[in-house]
């Protein structure tokens, strides 16, 4: 008994000890409740407040007040329970919450204690990240991401030794990083991506040996990817895409075998793919595509990553084998191959592995169609594929993958990409994949009519049929049902599109592309329901009616509007519209509007209003407006009448100004000296008179100058070829300019046409002519030939501007596109021009015409002429131009226009290649010139008709010379002939081992087959 008493009073002891500590520790609790914050950190927070423009009522509990004087308890914050010190300020934003104005991280001071600091996604845009943030040593996690900051990345936060986290992407940052970074020995997260940071990645990150992530993605930096990164062993994410890094991928990337994610695309690296990449186990996802200098086979040691869900290689060089096989890479759901023209698919079994591929891209493989086991693949891949591209496959009707067995069963698919084959014959049904919100079958072969099936495609969002032979009409059954569309394609067809006046379509479309389709005669009135239309082109689509001015407010939202090639009238009403896109283009050239471009027009990017029947500029160039976005204005062939306005200062950003085909006069005004970043100025065929303004010469960027056919006079000026030094086009033809030809034009060493035919120039030609470098490369580099200027590359169709020129060829004017890309050509013909042809053009290897014709030009032709092996088009002809015909002019092949006529020639013409081809028209009105094309002789000729006489006369070495050469061959044809069957005809042993040779040769041939054949057959058994 006494012992369970003892029993109990030790119980109760216990319990007694219990509630007392529980007390204590309620206490002790309750005493750290009401720890408060720090009165100066509660100032120095107010005062940050205090220092933004808005806080979008984020912070609305930091109040100065008696109720909220704790600033712990404020919206953000978290305080240390045991000091009260900040230890965690979270403010990052949400939209439409966020932070605006200039931070004042210097009010933070106080904040020495602080742990935690997140202003990601706010708005302080002209701040820099103060160097201050340098001095919280106590900082593990920094997150100032998506924050608008400018400025560079203060080498101060090298400072924060206890660091783990850092992340400041998606701001404006520039210059290098910051070596002092290898000092945050303690940082596992490093994000400086999707900013415009330049320079190297510094060695000194290799110091980071805990880092787990790297994104610096997204940037300017260049150089070589350091070796140093291979230390960072604990890596598992790097991401160091779209830069400029090039050299090799270095062996060391195969010993960051912790990496589950790697992506190197979008840079200039070269080399193979190192092996070592096989080493990677751990790796889930590699992109390393838009590296085009990286070539070589696909590394066989890839079958060992076998966790790889995502391999995107498109945009390489690769060659060879795709060397994946059955096992290999069994999680793979993205591959992405496209664009590797050289690598071979001969066998398609490879795919059976990738039963989880939910991804496939292999655009450009030319092979595809015609690979082993590709259909039956195919067929098995497509019930799981959510995405399909197969773009420039070179598949055909016979190898499409829409075969019957595919359109019978269904499919997941979402986005299929059959661009660019040679598919043939109707569009198939496509009913059963009902999951499909993009379908692209532009640029084949298909025809017939577009299918009623694809309105059950109820997902669809875009729908791109462009380039192909579709015909039929479209109604509004083919559309109903496709509520979600957003992309319609159909240019390039031979559809009609009928629908309704009422009809309104279900869809709200972003892109719409009906060009060289049947919209008209009327406006389509339908399209005033599309109030997001970014992209519009109904160019050469038949309508011939009056634009209805609702339309024209519809350009506050298009970027690019093409209605060229319509019969589109009436006038453009002045709306007070503000354009603010950055890249509005605007087409509307070959119709019949009228009247004067509205001033609101000014702030779109580009305007093409050429063939039409516009008159007036004043309202447009001189009326109040803001500053202008205006690079491209083409006005050509309309019927602007009178003096141009002097106030083309407004429009400083002018790149391409073409005014040409209009009835313009007077003097052309100064203010033109202001569009400081003219590249093309075209004036041709108007009625300009005076100088040229001096003020042109501002224009340094300009490398096209036509102002031809007008009335201008005086001399050409001098500073043309000081100061207009990238001109690869000047055409003054057709004016009335004299004086004499500057030789500061043999500055231009990128001209590639020259024409100032049909002035008043006089005295001679200046030699310095053979400074035209431009003129003295021989061939066309390919890679050099641009078609037209590309404006703009956002829309259904990029807006190209076109040079154009007007050159003399075989005596007719000719309209050129774009010459300076093959031209090259000196005109200087119809002048009073004195002198000898300078012996110097014969250095201009690339000229293709050389016109001197109509001038007073005497001496000889210079034999240097024949250098020019491009020279297709030459004139000399109403000169006084003597002596004799240079044989050198028979060496000239492609020469296709000759024309020495109505000079003072003498001598025979030279016999031989090129000059043998041209009629008497070519030597006519040269009284002592003789030979064959003017079937007349030469004194001590044979007959006419006998080209052996001037070979007798010894005038044309080149005859003689192809005399004996074909004797040679006659003689070497008959020796070797005989020499080798004469005894096997003639001579019975001979004839005799002959018989048996072949006898023995078509044995071995025929067992060779055979043996080849039973092996094949032997392979096919298994």
């Known amino acids: 008994m006494g012992g369970y008493f003892v029993k109990i009073l030790f119980a109760l002891l216990v319990c007694f000890l219990h509630t007392e500590i529980s007390i204590l520790g309620l206490n002790s609790t309750s005493e750290i409740s009401r720890v408060k914050c720090i009165e100066s950190e509660r100032q120095a927070l107010l005062n940050f407040k205090r220092g933004l423009v808005n806080d979008s009522g984020m912070l609305s509990t930091w109040r100065d007040d008696e109720n909220n004087r704790d600033c712990c308890k404020w919206k953000g914050l978290q305080c240390n329970n045991e000091t009260g010190h900040v230890s965690k300020l979270d403010l990052h934003g949400h939209y439409p919450q966020r932070l605006s104005g200039v931070i004042n991280i210097s009010s933070l001071i106080d904040l020495q204690n602080i742990e935690y600091l997140n202003l990601s996604n706010n708005d302080f845009e002209g701040s820099y990240i103060p160097k201050f943030m340098g001095s919280f040593t106590n900082l593990k996690y920094l997150d100032l991401s998506w924050s608008r900051f400018g ?34 020995t303690s940082l596992q997260h490093l994000d400086l991506s999707l900013n415009s940071l330049s320079g190297e990645i510094p060695s000194e990150v290799g110091v980071l040996t805990g880092l787990q992530h790297l994104d610096l993605s997204r940037n300017s930096l260049h150089g070589e990817i350091p070796s140093e990164v291979g230390k960072l062993t604990s890596l598992r994410h790097l991401d160091l895409s779209f830069n400029s890094f090039r050299g090799e991928i270095h062996s060391e990337v195969g010993m960051l075998t912790s990496l589950q994610h790697l992506d190197l695309s979008g840079n200039s690296l070269l080399g193979e793919i190192p092996s070592e990449v096989g080493k990677l186990t751990a790796l889930r996802y590699l992109d390393l ?45 993205t591959l992405r191959l496209e664009g590797n023209f050289d690598l071979k698919i001969n066998d398609a079994q490879w795919l059976s592995s990738l039963s989880f591929l939910t991804t496939l891209g292999l655009t450009s493989l030319h092979n595809l169609g015609s690979s082993r086991y590709w259909q039956q693949m195919i067929g098995e891949l497509i019930t799981n594929l959510r995405e399909l591209s197969l ?63 694809i ?50 379509p279900p869809f709200q479309l972003y892109n719409l592309g009906l060009a060289s389709c049947k919209l008209g005669p009327s406006f389509p009135s339908w399209l005033q329901t599309q109030s997001h239309l970014g992209f519009l082109d109904i160019s050469d689509a038949g309508i011939d009616d009056f634009v209805p001015d609702w339309f024209w407010n519809k350009l506050q939202s298009i970027s690019l509007m093409n209605m060229s090639y319509n019969t589109l009238k009436g006038t453009i009403p002045n709306f007070p519209i503000k354009l603010t896109d950055d890249y ?58 009178g003096q141009l306005p002097n106030c083309w200062e407004h429009l400083n950003t002018l790149e391409f100004l073409d005014l040409s085909n209009n009835k313009l006069s007077g003097k052309i005004p100064q203010s033109m000296g202001t569009l400081v970043n003219l590249e093309a100025l075209v004036l041709r065929h108007n009625n300009f008179i005076g100088d040229l303004p001096f003020t042109l010469k501002n224009c340094t960027r300009l490398d096209i100058l036509d102002l031809s056919e007008n009335l201008l006079s005086g001399p050409i000026p001098s500073w043309i070829g000081q100061s207009l030094q990238q001109l690869q086009i000047l055409s003054l033809r057709v004016n009335h300019f004299n004086g004499s030809v500057p030789v500061h034009l043999c500055y231009l060493r990128q001209i590639h046409i020259l024409d100032l035919s049909r002035n008043n120039l006089s005295k001679g030609i200046p030699t310095c002519l053979r400074n035209f470098t431009a003129m003295m490369e021989s061939r066309v580099i390919t890679s050099q030939i641009v078609r037209g200027r590309r404006i703009s590359s956002r829309s259904i169709s990029p807006l190209i501007y076109d040079s ?18 093959l031209l090259k050509s000196i005109d200087l013909s119809s002048n009073d021009l004195t002198g000898e042809v300078p012996k110097e053009l014969g250095y201009l290897l690339g000229l293709v015409s050389l016109n001197l014709s109509r001038n007073n030009l005497h001496g000889q032709i210079p034999s240097e002429i024949g250098n020019l092996n491009s020279l297709e088009f030459l004139d000399l002809s109403r000169n006084h131009i003597s002596g004799k015909i240079p044989s050198t002019l028979s060496k000239i092949d492609r020469l296709a226009v000759l024309d ?37 002789s030469c004194p001590g000729d044979k007959p006419i008709g006998t080209p052996e006489g001037e070979a007798v006369d010894g005038e044309d070495e080149d005859s003689i010379f192809y005399g004996a050469l074909y004797m040679s061959l006659g003689l070497g044809f008959f020796t070797g002939f005989w020499g080798l069957l004469g005894p096997i005809l003639l001579w019975k042993p001979w004839r005799i081992a002959y018989q048996r040779f072949l006898i023995r040769l078509t044995d071995y041939i025929l067992l060779m087959v055979e043996v080849n054949m039973a092996k094949c057959h032997m392979w096919f058994k298994g």
């Open 151 to 184: 400025g560079r990345i203060p080498y101060e936060l090298g400072n924060l030794s206890k660091l783990e986290y850092l992340d400041l992407k998606w701001n404006s940052l520039d210059g290098a990083i910051p070596s002092q970074l290898g000092k945050l």
């Open 289 to 333: 595509s838009y590296n085009v200098a990286i070539h070589g086979e696909i590394p066989y040691h890839f079958k060992n990553l076998s966790q790889l869900q995502y391999l995107c290689l498109r945009g390489l060089n690769l060659s060879g084998p795709i060397p994946f096989r059955a096992g290999n890479l069994p999680i793979l759901h």
């Open 391 to 453: 773009v420039d496959c070179n598949l055909t009707d016979e190898s499409v993958v829409l075969s019957a067995s595919i359109q019978n069963s269904s499919s997941p698919l979402v986005t299929l990409n059959l661009n660019d084959n040679s598919l043939e014959g109707p569009i198939p049904n496509l009913s059963n994949f009902t999951s499909l919100r993009a379908l692209h079958l532009s640029n084949n072969r298909l025809t017939g009519e577009i299918p009623k099936s």
């Open 455 to 504: 309105g059950l495609l109820h997902e669809l969002e875009s729908l791109h049929l462009q380039d192909n032979y579709l015909e039929g009409d479209i109604n509004e059954w083919h559309l109903t049902n496709l509520s979600k569309l957003e992309e319609l394609d159909l240019t390039d067809n031979s559809l009609s599109l009928k629908f309704g006046t009422t009809w309104v």
């Open 584 to 641: 509005k283009l605007i087409i509307l050239n070959s119709n019949q509007l009228e009247g004067e471009i509205p001033a609101f027009l000014s702030h779109a990017y580009a305007l093409d209003f050429s063939n039409n029947k516009i008159s007036g500029l004043n309202t447009f160039l001189c009326g109040k407006r803001a500053s202008t976005n205006l690079h491209t204005l083409d006005l050509s062939s309309n019927r602007i009448m």
């Open 804 to 821: 154009n020129v007007l050159l003399m060829w075989k005596g007719q004017d000719h309209m050129y596109w774009n010459p300076e890309n």
């Open 900 to 936: 020495l006529s109505n000079n003072d020639l003498n001598g025979r013409i030279p016999w031989g290649r090129q000059l043998q081809t041209f009629d008497g028209s070519s030597f006519e009105g040269n009284t002592n010139l003789c030979g064959q094309q003017l079937n007349k």
